[in-house]
């Protein structure tokens, strides 16, 4: 305890004290064992007294005390600091321990993860009703249950006698679960609730893609879907069967290039494509592992007719087997279209009223889940909503088949026509010489005619509702085929096999496309059209049809037959006048449109369809245009009984007149080149048949044998016949002159 001096004695002061301290040395280092006088150089005012306790006066430490405390907390720090680093090791190793459980727990499968191979939960006894068909709701090698359902909290029990544990209350949302996968494929969390549409939709639009295709027969639309990280895209194998260069674009804008392809699956027309791209903008969709139940709301998401990204909502009208769905397309379009597209009678199929049109194809039909239920394929024109997907079961299929390395689109298949040929013994045939009629005539007039690439076969349709099959080699008739409703409109060989195609017209079911297989004598596919049927039917060297109306109509329609798709849809230049016919130039870079005002309309058909050029140059209809086999001169006939032969169409519009053929006394209905492009023949209103040459502008042989207006006229391969139908129902044969 320090020293307090008594203020009331007297003190003298020291007079060396201020002005000479005292060294530190000589400074007494202990307290004074009695008290003595202090010097100091003012005095001391006395402290009033208070009636505090002296444990709460303050309390004047000593300098020896402050060293004592000093040392005392350096003890302690020194304590601190040896049992701290006795601490270190034990920390680090307790965080080493609890990081590698956290990390073996990511990776761990959670329990919402489902196996392709797992056994299902049996189903619960308040849960769906619908147990008799439950085998159909899992893959084939998984037993037999219901698919798990989100687990409810039960209610606490307790026995008499027993304090019920506190309940636990639920987090706000469930703690986020490792990413289950199959194969790399992203599968489905029994536990996703379902989604708001707009919410549904917004999510999935993120892993959908518009798949832009270049192939041989132009340019085409597609759909797809991304199903992993790695840029894996679910698409139908049509939209890419014969492509050159496939490009996807996504929602955002952004596109890439497809590499290759991983997979092919014709029989469900599936395809998996791979694309390079960023990983973290890649958002896959889980594959369903249920199959849906009739009455569930489904969506569908494409580019339908181009415009990306459209969803359209229905539900599932059914689950249907590819057996079945061959039966009820025969019924329904006319012939065996399902074995045509090379589908599989074991395939399965979602039948959905949701909209799916053009381009739609391999995009994906998810439930308000956002799982993959099926993959959007085809519809069925002129139905009802009769649209249909490839099931789940075939995408889970195809990416067990997929291969480690991409393989270049090079390598896809080529498609061919999957038609019979003419015969072995068709190109050393020697067909009859000379003039003669055929003996079997079409009541009411002949429509159309057309001769078979080898030359063998000669097919003609007329007003009595019969399609008729000639072989020229014996000169007579070997099949035919009625319509019960409507008549015929048009006919053509499809290329070197031996399909035919042909237009009908009417109200009732035979209108459109029909295509007949000569081999097995069926007919194979209808395509519905308008009511009045395709006037004229030709086809481009790269597979393309073309049908016109001449009833009223303008637009022109492209097909791809066998696709079953449309690729475009023209017009003439005046869209009030009818369109009569259409020409493919030789390399089908130009499409020549007649119409019903006098003029032509060319179209180029280099890169996306697009007019490049209109001339005018007859009075009345122009019934028909053509092109000479070699592409260098267009022809023109029409009501105004002028035969016109134009060049340099392409340069900048300049078109000439290399020819005009005059002879003809009223319309001409039809003309044709012949096959060396040297020839001319045509016929018309005046029942004469004439042959031309163009380069000297006139006539170097006529016949008349016709009693009625001829409607129409072809060469043979061999450039040695005519053949003419006329109105009388005849169908006659004349022989060239030789050169």
Known sequence: MSYVPDPSRSMKPDPNRASKPVPMAERRTTARPTPQKLPTARPIRAVPRTDRSISAMPVIQTQDDARTSAAKWKADRSRRRRR????????????????????????????????????????????????DDEHNNKLPGTNKGSTPKRPTPDATSSTPGTKAPPTRVPPLSPSPQPEASEDGILLPDPLDPEMDFVDLVAKVKMSVVKIDVETGAGKGVGSGFVVDKLGTIVTNYHVIKGARQVEVGFADGTRARVEGFLAIDVGH?????????????????????RRPSEGETVVAIGSPLSLGFTPSRGIVSGVRTGTELRGMLREVAGGDIYQAMGLVDDAVWIQTDAAISQGNSGGPLVNLRGHVVGVNTFYIPGGQNLNFASSFFAISDIVEKRKASVQSLASLPVPTPKT??????????????GDRVLANRHAGGVIDMS???????????GKDKTLRLF???????????????????????????????????GTGEPAGIHFFDLARQARI???????????????????????????????VRVLDPYNYLDRHTLTVNDRTTPC?????????????????NGSITMYDFTDKPRISGVKRGHRGAVHQVAFSPNGRFLASAGADSILRVWTDWEK????????????????????????????????????????????????????????????????????????????????????????
């Open 652 to 739: 900048g519009n300049q078109w000439k007149a290399a020819a005009e053929l005059r002879g003809h006394k009223g319309a001409i209905a039809q003309f044709a080149w012949s096959p060396s492009g040297k020839y001319l023949a045509s016929g018309g209103a005046d029942a004469i048949v004439r042959v031309w040459d163009p380069t000297k502008a006139k006539t170097i042989r006529e016949w008349k044998g016709h009693e009625k207006p001829v409607t129409c006229v072809g060469f043979s391969r061999d450039n040695s016949h005519v053949f003419a139908g006329g109105q009388d129902g005849s169908i006659r044969i004349w022989a060239m002159p030789e050169d």
């Open 420 to 433: 019979p040929d003419e015969g072995p013994d068709d190109d050393d045939s020697v067909l009859p010489t």
């Open 451 to 461: 001769l078979s690439l080898r030359g063998r076969m000669l097919a003609t349709v």
């Open 580 to 596: 009569h016919s259409a020409s493919f130039s030789p390399n089908g870079d130009q499409l020549a449109l007649s119409s019903g």
């Open 269 to 289: 027309d599936l395809a998996l494509l791979r694309i390079d791209w960023f990983e973290h903008r890649l958002h896959p969709l889980p594959i369903a592992r």
């Open 84 to 131: 701290a680093n006795r601490l270190v090791p034990t920390t680090i190793a307790v965080g080493t321990v609890a990081a590698i459980i956290f990390v073996v727990a990511l990776l761990l499968p959670g329990p919402s993860s489902v196996s392709r191979r797992d056994k299902e939960s049996k189903r619960d006894s308040k849960g769906d009703a619908s147990t």
């Open 471 to 505: 072989d020229l080699k014996g000169d007579k008739e070997i099949q035919r085929y009625e319509v019960d409703v409507g008549t015929f409109t048009g006919v053509m060989f499809t290329g070197t096999a031996q399909v035919l195609a042909c237009g009908t017209a």
């Open 525 to 555: 596919l209808r395509l519905p059209t308008r009511a009045d049927g395709p006037r004229w039917l030709t086809i481009s060297p790269n597979g393309l049809m073309v049908t016109t109306h001449d009833r009223g109509c303008a637009e």
